[in-house]
T-cell receptor, first 114, second 114 residues
Framework: DPKIIQKPKYLVAVTGSEKILICEQY?????MYWYRQSAKKPLEFMFS???????DNQTASSRFQPQSSKKNHLDLQITALKPDDSATYFC?????????????FGPGTRLLVL | AQKVTQTQTSISVVEKTTVTMDCVYE???????LFWYKQTASGEIVFLIR??????ENATVGHYSLNFQKPKSSIGLIITATQIEDSAVYFC???????????FGTGTRLQVLP
């Protein structure tokens, strides 16, 4: 059974719209993260959460807002979508926050903005 | 700022042979953690192996092992007895101990041929 679920798998959106990417983990982890992978750049760290609190934000744009309704959920809301937002977004989790703990990745949501 | 560099963009080997993938990193931190992940053709990112900077012994997991040369800031991945299913993109990554962010390299595509 998948331990980290991301929904949807594929998403097509129009410029200017808003979308929410869903992430749920069933590993019992306390820290969750978002990363982005685009054709132009390697995997980039976006956010980290620990016990539902935002710990680190490396995303310059406020159009990206993580939302954590439960400890094992970390959704990503993206507003005013732009074609440059087209990428695969990966959710990850680790037992605890901190570099010493290995992060495990979900299957990703591939977003295409037209 | 931390940086991870993988200069080999693509490698092809014949199955059952050994392959080494290079990775060098930059950090000012005295303590950090190094990881290798692979990304399969389906896009799934799978954790393979890690090396803690304070450990002198090279990590080994299954047919994966690391060549950690701290003075050279180098962490090579060695895959022995390669199999067709090892074909994937391999990412080197680093996380300084004072952060929960993982910095990834650009990846090396490995093709294992019959």
């Amino acid at each position: 059974d998948p331990k980290i679920i991301q929904k949807p798998k594929y998403l097509v959106a129009v410029t200017g719209s808003e979308k929410i990417l869903i992430c749920e983990q069933y590993l019992g982890h306390n820290a969750m993260y978002w990363y982005r992978q685009s054709a132009k750049k390697p995997l980039e760290f976006m956010f980290s959460y620990s016990y539902q609190k935002l710990m680190d934000n490396q995303t310059a744009s406020s159009r990206f807002q993580p939302q954590s309704s439960k400890k094992n959920h970390l959704d990503l809301q993206i507003t005013a979508l732009k074609p440059d937002d087209s990428a695969t977004y990966f959710c990850a989790s680790s037992q605890v926050q901190g570099a010493q703990d290995t992060q495990y990745f979900g299957p990703g949501t591939r977003l295409l903005v037209l | 700022a931390q940086k991870v560099t993988q200069t080999q963009t693509s490698i092809s080997v014949v199955e059952k042979t050994t392959v080494t993938m290079d990775c060098v990193y930059e950090t000012r931190d005295s303590s950090y953690f190094l990881f290798w992940y692979k990304q399969t053709a389906s896009g799934e990112i799978v954790f393979l192996i890690r090396q803690d900077s304070y450990k002198k012994e090279n990590a080994t997991v299954g047919h994966y092992s690391l060549n950690f040369q701290k003075p050279k800031s180098s962490i090579g991945l060695i895959i022995t007895a390669t199999q067709i299913e090892d074909s994937a993109v391999y990412f080197c990554a680093m996380s300084p101990s004072n952060t929960n962010k993982v910095v990834f390299g650009t990846g090396t595509r490995l093709q294992v041929l019959p």
